[in-house]
């Protein structure tokens, strides 16, 4: 955050204010964490806070401090759209792109308060008076970090706001191993820890809370992924009819597309999830090393995101949409060859 931005905002807080606090739809570990860690932090500093996310998220997340107070738009539409209008500043994290927040969209479009972005997704849309956006950055929970410090308040970080942030980090480095992973990533996380994030208690809190229903999903999606190795490449496909015999619950097939990566010598990993309600195949890309999931998702998918993580959608079948993807993956055969 350059001194100029952190002068508007510090301008923006010097009085008591009423904030709003979204982040994107189907809101995940970093865009929780980083809202809530935000929201106890402006709380602490006298404002009126709340967040608003679009929709329900998983319960593995339920535990982070101030989950309770969350407001789920999609359940409670007027009521959330009245705290949003009635602020007298918008915070939106962890995405840049206004159609990111779902059904909250059409709230945000009519928000008159001063809008102040934290994201670090590629290409921001200008919707914000304050952008603080930086690519480079692993997280937005290490963006809401940096925002604290800019605001001269790196020392009252209490313990509820230091696991939220910690836990944002956590999910948003795939436990601090992605290449976004800094040494500064490692020097925030160590002061969390210092201000009372109690680390080893959030990962078993993250990543050991598997159902059987969740494992046998996990088993049905390795079976049915397919190694191409003259492309570096391996996917995943999950039909309706895979989740539904295994009682799928949201955030159930989170993190399954890494597990391409784990292969040696597979750089690029998908897994394509079909969602029969919203007539769609929803995508995840991943990556490792410098080709671009980001522009692949873009150029082809309908979609986005960073250099080694991207979401993207089809509107063909499942077999359509991968036959589409494996012939795509020829004119990439050199760049994946790296
Ligand atoms: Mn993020």
Not at 159 to 187: E, M, P, Q, V, W
Not at 218 to 238: D, K, R, S
């Amino acid at each position: 955050m350059n001194l100029t931005q952190a002068q508007s905002v510090q301008q923006l807080l010097s009085r008591p204010q009423k904030i709003a606090i979204v982040p994107h739809k189907n809101p995940d570990g970093d865009a929780i964490g980083s809202s809530l860690g935000l929201c106890h932090y402006l709380q602490l500093k006298g404002h009126e806070a709340r967040v608003i996310v679009p929709n329900d998220f998983p319960k593995f997340l339920k535990w982070i401090p101030g989950t309770q107070e969350i407001l789920i738009y999609e359940w409670d539409q007027s009521n959330a759209e009245k705290v949003i209008l009635e602020a007298t500043v918008v915070f939106t994290l962890d995405f840049n792109d206004l159609s990111r927040s779902g059904a909250v969209e059409k709230s945000l479009q009519k928000v008159s308060a001063p809008i102040v972005m934290i994201d670090h997704h590629q290409a921001p849309h200008d919707y914000a008076s304050i952008t603080y956006s930086d690519v480079s950055m692993s997280s937005t929970a290490e963006m809401v970090y940096n925002f604290i410090e800019a605001l001269g308040d790196r020392e009252i970080i209490n313990a509820d706001i230091a696991n939220c942030l910690y836990a944002g980090i956590l999910t948003d480095t795939g436990s601090f191993k992605f290449a976004s992973t800094t040494s500064r990533t490692h020097r925030v996380v160590a002061d969390l820890i210092d201000k009372g994030a109690s680390n080893s208690e959030i990962h078993n809190r993250i990543f050991d809370t598997n159902t059987p229903d969740r494992l046998h999903l996990l088993g049905c999606a390795l079976n049915n992924m397919v190694i191409l190795p003259e492309y570096n490449t391996a996917y995943i496909t999950l039909s309706q009819d895979e989740l539904d015999a295994n009682h799928f619950r949201k955030g159930d097939t989170e993190g399954f597309v890494n597990y391409g990566l784990t292969l040696e010598n597979i750089r690029f990993a998908v897994i394509f999830i079909e969602n029969r309600d919203e007539g769609i195949i929803k995508i995840s890309f991943r990556s490792e090393g410098e080709f671009s999931v980001n522009e692949f998702a873009r150029a082809h998918f309908q979609g986005g995101g960073h250099t080694n993580a991207a979401g993207g959608k089809s509107e063909l079948s499942m077999e359509e949409t991968t036959s589409r993807f494996v012939a795509l993956l020829d004119q990439y055969k050199s760049e994946l060859a790296k």
